[in-house]
């Protein structure tokens, strides 16, 4: 999640002698990183990366608390003032004399879906633009500029990282016109809400929604507020509308509706309770100031369980131990002080207390360790090598990862190219293969109709491969090393590592490519695998672990023979009866023959050289001859 | 036959190979020489031995003819123009998928500091991919939008069946296999469901996982700086920055300065088009939380560990040659980018 804010917008609470570019620079080392810094009218915007544990740091407000613990390690100097935790508390409201002309019956039917419910009314609202710099700054941060009570909402969660909302009074009222009616509950499967950018939304179920007693849904929860009850040019009465909601029920809604919102974002990530309060009073001033509001109810404050004090246990010599190099003690209380943790020191140990706004991301000694490495600046700590140990690499896992790599080398030289494909393919592939009797795995939540069955075999792809590539050459010759996934009851499916090679060319060229592979890998006494060929395509593939086992690093040395080597020619007619499988097994019945070599076939005219020797003395002419003659 | 016709046969002959095929007309076994030869039977008596003399003269004349002829055709190839400059003869070139070389790379790196690879599940359960990595049930990344769910009967004791969508789930089977010391590095398939220009929706990622007694962040920092280093070259720095992931404490995001703009974030006074103001992102680290130590049956107060997970493809695009517009191309089995590796 990014947020846009300014440079004067953070000085609103932060005296401080840092520019723009200085904070970009320090932030990003040790705390939020500003990605970009732009200038803006007179002003500067910062690009602000929030990291997805620190929505506390997603405001204005938040940005200061940070830069007030990190500037001075730096040696920037910096004051927080006008802290709108002090500042903006109920008492401030509370102690004038309210006219309580209005009342809200609040109805909040289950436990799980809102930890902290608030709301005010107010009236004599007066709508027209807000201030000059509201509209600035909500542009600067990319957010449109709408009139002065939906700037002003907007400009409080940018402020202060709560939204808020704002329901016009009177388009929810009950008959009586004085009082309205907010029944909180789970959405039913099924149920529509049109919400105020003009859309329907149809609901998965258990969202978190707001009815107004007639059967009308008015707001879809920390996502978007509905079209019936939203402020307009003629709104004269409004309810202020802070809450906390449960983070997984606003995701859920969210990412299953597509409706994705700047408050979404806030809301998924699970808001501090305390901020609410801030949050509504900051609101009722901005809208007493720049809308006339009057404040014309009670403050409506439902709070499940009130924020109890934390606090994290831990010693001195863990900081050491973790961050690899000394730290002293008055460093590691500065800095923890410095980010509004309060700390008891007992010699060693350290008990640390866990500020409201921290209360959901500090949990562990680990998690203190992390904001004291932090600020201390991890470019302060060496780089060193992890200490040596002595590791072995299992067996199995070598000898995989040694014949791809003799593999994937010698096939590249012989002139084919790899690929890699993906491992999940079409219903369509499966259907055309045959693959249907090993039970490939379907996954669930595929995205595309080409990628929802996984692969029990590599030749479904390679064949694609080259008919995709069907006239940008004339020869393809492609293989791939890759997993296949065969599935087995009730476990995670054999994993299967397999070689497969498709060429365009002919037979022979790929029973070629296979030979000289098993010689490559000194594979001898070996039935090639069988070759398969679709329309003009040739395919083979073999499972890698046959490959493993009958790999040998070197062949066998064979004596250099010192005798006479007869060479003799034949001719031989082929057929049915007389293929040259047989004529090798007959011809190596002779103990003096060495090999044979195809020299030539012309139609069925297959000539052949034989070589013949013997190992210990020379063989004469006659006598191969006459072994060839037996053939 | 005419006798004089090899004179102007053989005045035709262009090169070596004409003459030779000309030589065996007339002088091969079954040659016209021959031929008239063994014609002789049917000459009179008394004319076989004119007959003989006078086809030994017109064979020597022709032998006499071609020599010269050869000669001829020999002194001609000699002078020759000999033109180095022309192109060898040319061999087979076959190509990797960019990605093998990124990988062995990798390997070689980590295999001098001590580093072994291990392989582990691509098809996973959810308690290796989450549960193991501090990652309960409800947690945002478990959504079926995150991550590729199997049609296949749930598992009592593991939960259902994923494709893994990191490759950090082989920590868990690390630690399961082998007792501390720990080095290891991972590569292997991942899955997500995003397929657009900057995302397929299978991917690799590389793990690396060190775990001992008195590992501190020191030699994770140590040891990424030594990757950088090796694999983009020595002037390249790396920095850290503050990030949150569940299966590590602290957690850090490592950037690596620009090979554009030399880290500046600018090039003659415009902004890098490359860079995030001089950085780029290149993977997530962080100190083992010691949940995941305990659930791999390691005691966090004796060990300490680190992690990191990187995007092989992502280090691949960051280097200088590769300029990729739509990373969709890597696995798309077109020949003609397959072929320039």
Known sequence: ??????????????????????????????????????????????????????????????????????????????????????????????????????????????????????????????????????????????????????????????????????????????????????????????????????????????????????????????????????????????????????????????????????????????????????????????????????????????????????????????????????????????????????????????????????????????????????????????????????????????????????????LKHLGLNEVINYSMISKKMIEEWGLEKDNPFKIKNSISKEIEYLRTSLLPSLYKNIKDNEGKKDVFKFFEIAKVYLPRPNDLPIEEYRLAVAVNTDFFDLKGILEALFLELNIDAFELPKIIKKNNVFLTEINLSFLIENYKLLPKFKQINPYAVIKLDKTFTLSKNLTFAKIKEKSFQSSYLDKIEVLSLFKNNLTLRFYYSAKDRNLTEEEAKKELKKV | MDLNQYKADIDKCKNLKELQILKIKYLGRNGLINTMFQNIKKVPVNQKKEYGQKINLIKKEIEKKIKEKQNELDKNRLIKFFDPTLPGKIYPKGSFHPLTYVIEEIVNIFQKIGFVRVSYPEVEWEYFSFEALNMPKGHPARDDFETFFIDFPESKKYGKMVLSPHTSSGQNREMRRTKPPIRMINIAKTYRPNWDTTHTPMFHQFEGLCIDKGINITHLKGTIDYFVKEFFGKERTIRLRPAHFQFTEPSFEIDVSCGVCGGKGEVNEKKCRVCKSGWLELAGAGMVHPNVLKMGGIDPNVYTGWAFGFGPERCMMMREEMKIEDIRILYSGEIRFLEQF
């Open chain 1, 1 to 410: 999640m990014n947020i846009k804010l300014t440079y004067n917008w953070i000085l609103d609470f932060l005296e401080t002698d840092a520019n723009p570019f200085e904070i970009q620079k320090y932030l990003s080392l040790a705390g939020p990183s500003i990605e970009r810094v732009e200038k803006f009218e007179d002003d500067y915007v910062f690009d602000i990366e929030i990291i997805s544990n620190r929505i506390d740091t997603a405001s204005a407000f938040g940005i200061v608390q940070e830069a007030s613990a990190i500037l001075p390690f730096f040696g920037k100097k910096v004051k927080i003032k006008n802290n709108p935790f002090e500042t903006f508390k109920f008492s401030r409201i509370q102690k004038l004399k309210l006219t309580t002309d209005y009342k809200l019956n609040v109805l909040i039917k289950e436990n799980d879906l809102c930890s902290r419910f608030t709301a005010i009314v107010l009236d004599n609202i007066e709508i027209k633009p807000s201030p000059d710099f509201i509209q600035k700054r909500l542009k600067a941060a990319g957010i449109k500029v709408i009139n002065n009570v939906v700037d002003i909402s907007n400009y409080l969660m940018l402020t202060l990282g709560q939204p808020t909302h704002t329901f016009d009074f009177d388009r929810i009222a009950n008959v009586d016109k004085k009082s309205a009616t907010m029944i909180m509950r789970a959405a039913k499967k099924g149920e529509k809400i049109f919400t105020l950018d003009g859309n329907e939304v149809k609901l998965p179920g258990s969202d978190i929604v707001i009815e107004d007693g007639k059967g009308r849904l008015i707001d879809l929860c920390g996502i978007i507020g509905g079209e019936n009850s939203c402020v307009t040019e003629k709104t004269k009465t409004i309810i202020l509308f802070v809450q906390t909601y449960n983070k997984q029920k606003i995701r859920k809604t969210t990412m299953t509706t597509g409706v994705r919102t700047l408050a979404a974002s806030y809301f998924e990530k699970g808001l501090d309770e305390e901020r609410v309060e801030t949050a509504l009073v900051f609101g009722v001033k901005l809208l007493e100031k720049y809308a006339s509001a009057k404040i014309a109810s009670q403050i409506y404050d439902f709070y499940q369980t009130p924020y109890q004090k934390k606090e994290v246990k831990t010693t001195f010599s863990f900081f050491e131990k973790i961050m690899g190099v000394k730290i002293s003690k008055k460093t590691i209380l500065q800095i923890l002080n410095s980010l509004g943790f309060k700390t008891k020191v007992d010699n060693e140990k350290i008990k640390v207390l866990v500020p409201h706004f921290r209360k959901y991301d500090i949990n562990i000694p680990e998690d203190l360790i992390e904001e004291v490495a932090r600020i201390y600046g991890y470019n302060n700590l060496p780089n060193n090598f992890s200490p040596p140990a002595k590791i072995l690499q299992p067996k199995e896992f070598e000898k995989v990862f040694q014949i791809i790599f003799k593999i994937k080398h010698f």
